[in-house]
C-alpha cells in the first residue's frame, strides 16, 4: 500500500519508523496491564481500561507504521520474473488492443521527492549499498524502482505505439529481453514481424520461433542468416521497387563517401541506374549478381538484349530490323552491341527515343579505364554481397527447382503475415552486415510506399531493429517520417545516441531520426549525452527541502543581555523528475519510459522463458 501523499507536506519515509516505535510501546504498555491484574488481586475495571486505551492507541498508528515499513521494505527489490508465453497472452487481455509492458506505476513528483531524499545522505543508512553489494549477483540500484511499493500491469493502446518507438540502454541491460516481450506479443496478434538483428542472437531468434509455435503457426517463421546458408530462406532485398531507379538508390548508399556532393557515388548511381533499366527492359529481374557482373564485365549482352526487346515493342517490324542489324554484325559480344548501338542511332532514335537506352549506351561508350576508376568504391561492396553463399542467398535463382529453400521477400512476409528473423552476423563481418540490412530498411520502405498509396492490407507490420546504428540509413528516416501511414510500427534499438551521429555522419541527420520518435523506452545508460537526451524530454519538477537557521545576538552595553533563535523553513526548489545519474544505476531489465504523449513510467520486465 502507498503511503497517503499530501502535495503540500514534506514527506521524509527514510527516517526511523517512530510510528512503529510507538506502536509497538503502546501493546507492551497494554500487555503489562493486563498481565498485572491477572497477578494480582486488584480490581480488574481499572486494568481493563488501560488495556483498552493502550490498544486504541497502538491500532492508531499501526496502519501508519505499516505503509511506512512497507515503503521502505521494497527498497530492497522484487525478485526477478520467468513467465511463459501462455502468461504472456494473459497479460494481454481478451481484446489484444494493448501492448503489455511489464509491471510498474507512473513516476510521479512524490517518486522524484523521496529519490532526492536518498541522493542526498548517506545510502547506507537507508538501503544495503556496502562493499558486499558490489560482490553480489545483482547489477543496479533495486532501490529505484522500490521507492513506489504498489506496482501494477503497464499497458499502452496500440494506437499509440504506432508513433514510432527508440529503446535506448547500454550492452546487457535488457533491450534484447524487451523485444522478446514485444515481439511475442505482436506474433500473438497474428501480426507481420520483421526483425533485424546485425549481431545475431541465437535467443533472440528462437523466441520468435517458439512464439509461432505456441500459437500452433510454427510455419509463419521464416529464418535469415548468413553463416548457416544451408538452414535459411532466400531473401531478395532488390525484388520490391515502384520506379527502377529505386535499385541504383539502394546500392549507392551503401557506398563511402566524404559529405557533401561525391562524383564517385553519383557515378556508382548511373552506373546501376542503367544496368537495371536495361535488364527491366530486357524482361530480366535485377538482382546483386548480374548487377555485379555487367559492371566487371561488362554490359554488351544486356545492351544486345535491351536494345532487341524495346525494338520490338516500339517500332513496327522491331524485330526482324534487330535480327538483321545482328546478321551483319558477327558473333562476339563486341561486334553485336555496335550493331545495336548503329541501330539505335539509325532506326530507333528518329522514331522512338530512349533516355534509358541512350543511359546504357553512353556508357558502353565511356573509356574503359577511367570507368574502373569512378566505380572503384562500387565494386568492393558488390563483391561483398555476392561472394560465396551470400550470391545465392540475396540473388535467389527462381527456376532453380533443385534447391529446397524458400524464396521470399519483404512484401511476402508482411501480405502472409509472417515472423522473419534477418540475422546480420555483423561479429564476423560488419561491413557486409551493415550493407545487407541497409538493403533489406531500404527494401521496407518501398514496400511502405506501396501499402500508403494503395493500402491493400491494412494489417499492422512490426519491425524490430536491434544494434540500429549499424544498418541505420537515409531510407530508415523515410521509415521513421512515413511508416505509420503504411501501419508500420518500428522499434529501433541502440547503446547511445553518438552511435546514430557516427553512423549517419552528422548530429542533424541523427535529431531527424530522433525527431520521429514518439515513445522512448530507456534501460540503464552510462552515456552523459544520452542520459540528458532522456530526461531532457522528460519534464521538470519541484522538489521540497527543510532550511534550518540559527542565530544569536547580544547588546554591547550588556554582554549579558542576548538572545538567540533557530527556525526551520520549507522550500522548493526546480529539479529533474527523474534525474540522469539514475539511469546509470538501473539494475537489468529495469526502464523509464516516456509513452502516449507525456506519460511518464517506471517499469520492470520478466524474462520470456517460452
Not at 500508403?452 to 544494434?467: A, H, K, L, Q, T
Amino acid at each position: 500500500m502507498a503511503i497517503k501523499y499530501d502535495s503540500m507536506a514534506y514527506e521524509n519515509p527514510w527516517r526511523p519508523n517512530y510510528e512503529g516505535q510507538a506502536a509497538s510501546a503502546w501493546i507492551m504498555a497494554g500487555t503489562v496491564a493486563l498481565g498485572v491484574n491477572q497477578l494480582t488481586h486488584m480490581p480488574p475495571e481499572p486494568f481493563y481500561w488501560m488495556g483498552g486505551i493502550c490498544l486504541t492507541m497502538a491500532l492508531s498508528r499501526l496502519p501508519q507504521a505499516v505503509r511506512l515499513a512497507n515503503l521502505q521494505r521494497h527498497l530492497r527489490g522484487r525478485p526477478l520474473e520467468f513467465i511463459k508465453i501462455d502468461k504472456l497472452k494473459k497479460y494481454m487481455g481478451k481484446k489484444n488492443d494493448a501492448i503489455w509492458l511489464g509491471k510498474g506505476f507512473n513516476w510521479e513528483n512524490r517518486h522524484a521527492q523521496r529519490a532526492f531524499e536518498i541522493l542526498k545522505r548517506d545510502w547506507s543508512e537507508i538501503v544495503d549499498n556496502t562493499v558486499d553489494k558490489a560482490e553480489s549477483a545483482d547489477i543496479g540500484q533495486t532501490w529505484i524502482h522500490g521507492l513506489e511499493p504498489k506496482e501494477t500491469d503497464i499497458r499502452q493502446a496500440l494506437s499509440h505505439s504506432e508513433g514510432q518507438n527508440l529503446i535506448v540502454g547500454t550492452t546487457g541491460s535488457g533491450k534484447t529481453r524487451m523485444f522478446d516481450i514485444l515481439i511475442s506479443q505482436a506474433i500473438a496478434r497474428n501480426e507481420a514481424v520483421i526483425i533485424i538483428d546485425p549481431k545475431g542472437d541465437k535467443e533472440l531468434a528462437e523466441n520468435a520461433k517458439r512464439a509461432c509455435a505456441a500459437i500452433g503457426q510454427p510455419e509463419r517463421f521464416v529464418n535469415f542468416h548468413p553463416a548457416f546458408p544451408e538452414d535459411c530462406a532466400r531473401i531478395d532485398p532488390l525484388r520490391n521497387f515502384t520506379r527502377v531507379t529505386e535499385i541504383a538508390s539502394r546500392l549507392a548508399a551503401l557506398i563511402p563517401s566524404e559529405a557533401g556532393a561525391d562524383p564517385f557515388k553519383s557515378f556508382g548511381w548511373q552506373a546501376l541506374n542503367n544496368i537495371s533499366q536495361a535488364l527491366v527492359m530486357a524482361y530480366e529481374r535485377p538482382n546483386l549478381v548480374l548487377l555485379k557482373r555487367f559492371l566487371e564485365t561488362g554490359v554488351e549482352q544486356i545492351l544486345v538484349k535491351a536494345c532487341v526487346a524495346y525494338a520490338e515493342r516500339n517500332i513496327d517490324g522491331g524485330g526482324e530490323i534487330a535480327e538483321r542489324y545482328l546478321a551483319d554484325a558477327g558473333n562476339t559480344d563486341e561486334k553485336q552491341a555496335r550493331a545495336m548501338m548503329q541501330m539505335y542511332k539509325e532506326e530507333i532514335q528518329p522514331v522512338a527515343p530512349s533516355s534509358e537506352l541512350e543511359g546504357l549506351l553512353s556508357m558502353k561508350a565511356h573509356d574503359k579505364t577511367h570507368f574502373s576508376k569512378m566505380v572503384a568504391n562500387l565494386l568492393p561492396i558488390m563483391n561483398m554481397l555476392t561472394a560465396g553463399d551470400l550470391g545465392d542467398l540475396l540473388s535467389p535463382n527462381y527456376e532453380d527447382v533443385n534447391d529446397p529453400r524458400i524464396i521470399t521477400d519483404n512484401k511476402k512476409i508482411i501480405d502472409n503475415a509472417q515472423v522473419a528473423y534477418l540475422g546480420l552476423d555483423s561479429l564476423t563481418d560488419s561491413t557486409v552486415g551493415s550493407a545487407i540490412g541497409s538493403m533489406f530498411l531500404s527494401d521496407l520502405v518501398a514496400v511502405a510506399g506501396d501499402r500508403y498509396n494503395f493500402g491493400v492490407d491494412n494489417r499492422p507490420v512490426n519491425i524490430f531493429v536491434d544494434e540500429a546504428a549499424e544498418v541505420i540509413n537515409e531510407p530508415t528516416i523515410q521509415l521513421l517520417n512515413k511508416g505509420r501511414g503504411a501501419k508500420m510500427k518500428l522499434f529501433v534499438a541502440t547503446q547511445t545516441i553518438a552511435d546514430f551521429e557516427t553512423r549517419l555522419g552528422s548530429k542533424e541527420k541523427a535529431r531527424q531520426v530522433l525527431g520521429n520518435i514518439n515513445n522512448l523506452y530507456s534501460l540503464r545508460v552510462i552515456d552523459k549525452d544520452t542520459q540528458e537526451f532522456v530526461t531532457d524530454n522528460l519534464p521538470k519538477t519541484r522538489l521540497k527541502h527543510v532550511m534550518r537557521t540559527q542565530g544569536m545576538s547580544s547588546q554591547s552595553e550588556s554582554p549579558l543581555m542576548f538572545s538567540a533563535n533557530t527556525g526551520e523553513r520549507l522550500m522548493e526548489e526546480e529539479g529533474d523528475l527523474f534525474p540522469p545519474q539514475l539511469l546509470g544505476m538501473l539494475p537489468n531489465l529495469e526502464f523509464v519510459a516516456k509513452i502516449s504523449g507525456g506519460v511518464i513510467i517506471k517499469g520492470r520486465l520478466p524474462i520470456l522463458t517460452g
